[in-house]
Each structure stands twice: as C-alpha cells, then as structure tokens.
C-alpha cells in the first residue's frame, strides 16, 4: 500500500493518471478481445487456420473442433477471461488497491501454468498447482458472479434461477457463471465436449456471435467502471468510519 499511498500524495489528475498506468498492465480485456475476434476471422479463412489461432487462447485439444466447436470454444474463453482479466482485477483493486490486482493476477495466472496435472519443464507441479487453482477459487468467486449478473444486467432480463442452473454444470465453480452467462443472453449454446452443454436449447453459434459477445464484453467492461467506484467509496467510507 506504501506506493498507493505515494500516488494518493500527488495531485487528483496526477494520481489518477499514475493510478491507470499502474493498473493497466494487469488488465487485458483489448488483447482478449482481439484474439477472440481473430479466431473469427481466421474460420474465414480455413478451419485448420481457426483451430490454430483458438490455440492461442485455450488449453484443450483443437485438432477435432468442428467450425461450431471452435467458435463455442472462443465465445467460451472470451466470456471467462472477461472475468479473470478484467472484472476480477478490478474488484480486487476496487478493495485493495494495485496490491490487490497483482496478487489476484499473480493467483490466476499461476493457477494458469501449474494448475493442470502433468509434467512442465521437466518437474511436476502438482502441489503447487493445487495450491494456485484454491487460491484462484476463492479470490474469483464472487468476481465471477459480478461478472455474470453484469452480463444480465446489460442483456436486460435473463432469468437469473436459470442462470444459476446452467452455471452449476462446469466443473469449475467459478467459471461457469460468466459462461453460461454469455450463453443465454446470446442465445447460443456453447459446450465443452464430453465436459458440459450449456443452454442446449440455444441456437448454433454463427459468425456474427463471435462480434456479438465482444460487444457484450464491452458493455460489461464498461459498466465495472461505476461499480469499482462505489465499491471504493463504500472502502473510503469504512476506513474513515474505523478512523473516526
């Protein structure tokens, strides 16, 4: 907190420019999106050119993804990361300053490296894995939720009974609510193979809804804005409540 505090000293539009700069490389909704997008483009061309550009953004294997299966795949990785790269760390940051960004980044992205079984670089990373993807857990629950209920609000009236219900079929307990989410304010269904089916009553994703979810992306990232405000008024607020 010592170099927060450093950049409160300076005068407001000093400290709020420094503040941005600081904070902006922990965020990374332009990067995502753009990849997302180029996933689209790159269907365009072939499906063995969309496979390898989807294999930029996730983990499972591409080489069986119908056209459908890739674009689900992208709108899917959007809809997550939309969460673990932008609302998350903006909650923590809304709560505990840069500190509290780079610790929920550093949680997510090393959960990202050792947080899958197996061999990396020659060593097993197991123990540490499991301690990455807990600690991942328990700081993105509640801003994953953010991020879903942002998703309702901004696609103006999804049932939220059938959002929890559709979230709760993914492994994770955490990503399954901006997916399912995305989902059902696009109408779409979206599905990992052999995993979950989300919104199976929902219409194949076309190209179009590859650009839609980024819009809606977009209006979510947009509509953290205020929310990270109020969330450090009401901090503000208690630590001069606690200070009086």
């Given amino acids: 907190m010592v170099a927060q505090n450093l950049v409160l000293a300076l005068p407001t539009f000093v400290a709020v420019a420094l503040l941005a700069l600081l904070l902006k490389p ?15 483009v ?52 809304a709560l505990l300053g ?39 857990d328990v700081l993105s629950w509640v801003p994953a939720r953010i991020t879903a209920l942002l998703m309702v609000v901004v696609a103006k009236g999804l049932p939220f009974s059938t959002l929890a219900r559709q979230a709760r079929k993914t492994p994770s307990p955490n990503s399954g609510w901006p997916m399912a989410a995305m989902a059902l304010a696009l109408n779409v269904r979206l599905a990992k193979p052999g995993v979950y089916t989300l919104h199976s009553k929902g219409r194949r994703a076309g190209p179009l809804d590859t650009r839609r979810a980024a819009h809606l992306g977009t209006q979510v990232v947009l509509a953290m804005v205020p929310l990270v405000a109020a969330l450090q008024l009401l901090v503000l607020g208690a630590f001069v409540w606690a200070r009086a």
């Fill in 26 to 40: 922990l965020l990374a909704w332009r990067m995502l999106r753009d990849e997302v997008l180029a996933v689209e």
């Fill in 42 to 93: 790159a269907l365009g061309q072939s499906l063995p050119a969309g496979r390898a550009q989807l294999a930029r953004l996730v983990s499972r294997d591409v080489s069986v993804l119908t056209v459908v299966q890739v674009r689900e795949s992208a709108i899917e990785s959007l809809a997550e990361n939309l969460n673990d790269s932008v609302v998350a760390p903006l909650f923590w940051f």
């Fill in 98 to 136: 840069l500190p509290g960004a780079a610790l929920y980044r550093f949680a997510n992205t090393a959960d990202a490296m050792w947080g899958y079984p197996g061999m990396r670089g020659g060593r097993y990373w197991q123990w540490a894995g499991k301690w990455a993807a807990r600690a991942d």
